[in-house]
């Protein structure tokens, strides 16, 4: 029973960050293009002036489309239609379970690890489960019996066949130096250093493997430059093209939950998941009663300077709108000023004086919230490289995938497996 | 003259466009995304400097010569200056004002108009009006710009609301 509560709350605690993750992402790509593009962006919806640069937007955006009429074209398949968002969404809030968040949390003298579920073929079931999201764009174009949409499925399969390929030769490598298939093995052995200085990351012992791996999982989640599937230049808005109201929402969630995944993965595998460079855990817990007041002190700092330029913005901008929203700097300054004085006060409770559970916990979040940098930092690099990068062709898609992606990997492959084979301690 | 045409297949033209850097993609891609992080941070440090407008909370600043929505001047008594003589209204390009004269009771003063309509959404805002008037009489020194209705028919004005053209935008 204790393990039921144990795995409903860490799946709780992923889908939270998944999902939580979404409608920041969202903002990030509308105010983020709009910054690369020299634009403004969204700035206007608020709730009693308080717009956040924007980022009331998305929820403007899910009001507006929960309370639009859901249509379904008459001559679609009804039972497919409907099913096909949710299937995309159910598999992009399946991946997850395989990965490490963390390395373990001690409560009452038990050590919880923090993954959902530990499988010995967690790599196996992330390719297995990530294959499943095609059905969903598949199904979705196919059944709206459009012409556009059934050419986005079409699009879309074939990508992902020529994809898939190179996204598993792209982990053989890293199933060579790991030799595991568990992706808490994988993340340990991350936590190891070369010749003493350098993290042994998955990026730095397979960065061609890395390269491999990003871009074929960028054609996996069909984010630009790889988005075929949707190509609004050309096929409309491809496989989604005859959803409305939620069913649009729901494939539009999945495309960005998908990212976060994604990004998780990338973390996972080739970043060092939860871990931190130089920082091990032992050295976290051993020095935990001067790192967390140092940590607390900075926040407390960095709050400070934050809310006085919010002070003097609303200072400098008095009056320009006559409206709620003049009070929005001086609110967020005060905001900032909350938890300035909340990190003081958390300080004055003598936080060097954590004991051994104290620092364990404190580790703990540590090496999560590293994760969690990392995951929204690759969730970032999606959305850059869509600002950055134009779309490919289709004939450049397949040429790139199946003339200079796949004999990478198998070259990888050859060149990995022969320096573990003959390099003795290469394998870790 | 003859000229020498040879068939460049696409994989030799790709070949010949490319630099070898270029046709791995990598470096450029790096380029180019530091290109649009460039961007990015600029406009995040210096957002004041972007040259966007808030356009309801802020306007562009139009020169003094800007031709915006017209006017007619008034004599000291506040009739309008114009005397009717149809010149703005034959070199009207959108042919949009519309006249009809009548006799003035002052018999130093020829003809004033009875009637000086406008049909905002037909005029082209050239200022050839303005030009052909002899007394001065119609105007386009307002800088309205803004001119917004819920109806045709409302734009098309009569001759006291080009008398007394308030700078509200609506009309």
Not at chain 1, 307 to 318: C, G, K, N, T
Not at chain 1, 343 to 362: D, E, Q, T
Not at chain 2, 154 to 162: D, I, P, T
């Amino acid at each position: 029973m204790p393990l039921l509560i144990e795995t409903l709350l860490k799946i709780v605690f992923m889908l939270l960050v998944i999902l939580g993750l979404v409608p920041p992402l969202i903002w990030a790509e509308r105010k983020g293009s709009a910054f690369i593009q020299d634009r403004t962006g969204p700035n206007r919806a608020g709730i009693l002036g308080i717009r956040l640069a924007g980022l009331i937007h998305p929820v403007a955006d899910v009001l507006k489309l929960l309370f639009k009429e859901d249509i379904r074209p008459a001559n679609a398949q009804p039972i497919l239609y409907s099913l096909a968002p949710f299937l995309l969404m159910a598999v992009a809030l399946t991946t997850f379970a395989v990965v490490p968040f963390g390395d373990y949390l001690e409560v009452a003298g038990q050590r919880i690890p923090l993954i959902v579920a530990d499988l010995n073929v967690g790599i196996l079931y992330v390719l297995a489960i990530a294959s499943l999201g095609t059905y969903g764009i598949v199904l979705g174009g196919w059944s709206s019996n459009n012409k556009f949409s059934f050419l986005g499925a079409v699009r879309s399969s074939a990508q992902m066949i020529s994809y898939e390929i190179s996204l598993g030769l792209a982990l053989m490598g890293l199933l060579l130096v790991f030799s595991s298939l568990r992706l808490t093995d994988i993340v340990a052995g991350q936590g190891q250093l070369i010749w003493g200085f350098l993290p042994k990351w998955g990026v730095v012992v397979q960065p061609v493997g890395f390269v491999l791996f990003l871009t074929a999982m960028f054609a996996e989640t069909n984010r630009n430059p790889f988005d075929l599937p949707e190509g609004e230049s050309e096929i409309v808005a491809g496989f989604h093209l005859e959803y409305s109201s939620m069913k649009f929402a729901l494939f539009f969630m999945a495309e960005y939950a998908n990212m976060v995944v994604a990004a998780m993965l990338i973390t996972t595998l080739f970043f060092g998941g939860y871990q931190i460079p130089w920082l091990p855990r032992s050295v976290l817990e051993a020095h935990a009663g001067l790192l967390l007041p140092l940590l607390l002190a900075c926040t407390a700092l960095a709050c400070g300077w934050i809310s006085q330029l919010y002070f003097r913005r609303a200072q400098q901008e008095r009056g320009k709108f006559h409206d709620a929203r003049d009070r929005e700097p001086g609110l967020l300054g005060g905001l900032f000023v909350v938890v300035a004085l909340a990190a003081l006060l958390a300080l004055a409770l003598r936080p060097w004086a954590i004991g051994p559970v104290g620092a364990s916990v404190f580790a703990t979040l540590v090496q999560v919230s590293a994760f969690l940098v990392k995951v929204v930092f690759f969730s970032w690099l999606f959305i850059w490289v869509r600002w950055t990068l134009p779309r490919f062709r289709y004939d450049q898609l397949m040429r790139l995938g199946w003339k200079v992606m796949l004999p990478l990997g198998l070259a990888n492959m050859a060149v990995t497996a022969l320096v573990v084979a003959l390099i003795p301690g290469a394998k870790g | 003259m003859e000229t020498k045409t040879q068939k460049i297949l696409p994989e030799r033209a790709w070949s010949k466009r490319f630099s070898f850097r270029e046709s791995i993609y990598l470096w450029e891609i790096l380029r180019g995304l530091g290109i649009t992080m460039r961007h990015l941070l600029r406009n995040i440090l210096r957002t004041r400097e972007m040259p966007t407008l808030q356009y309801p909370e802020e306007h562009r600043q139009y020169s003094a010569r800007f031709r915006g929505r017209h006017r007619l001047v008034p004599r000291e008594d506040g009739s309008p200056r114009c005397v009717a003589c149809m010149m703005c209204s034959t070199v009207c390009p959108a042919d949009c004002i519309h006249i009809v004269a009548a006799e003035h009771p002052d018999p130093s003063i020829e003809k004033y108009p009875a009637v000086f309509d406008i049909d905002l959404l037909r005029c082209v805002y050239c200022g050839l009006c303005e030009e052909a008037c002899p007394c001065d009489a119609i105007r386009m020194d307002t800088g309205i710009y803004e001119i917004a209705a819920d109806s045709r028919e409302k734009f098309y004005v009569n001759k006291e609301f080009l008398l007394t053209n308030d700078a509200d935008g609506t009309l």
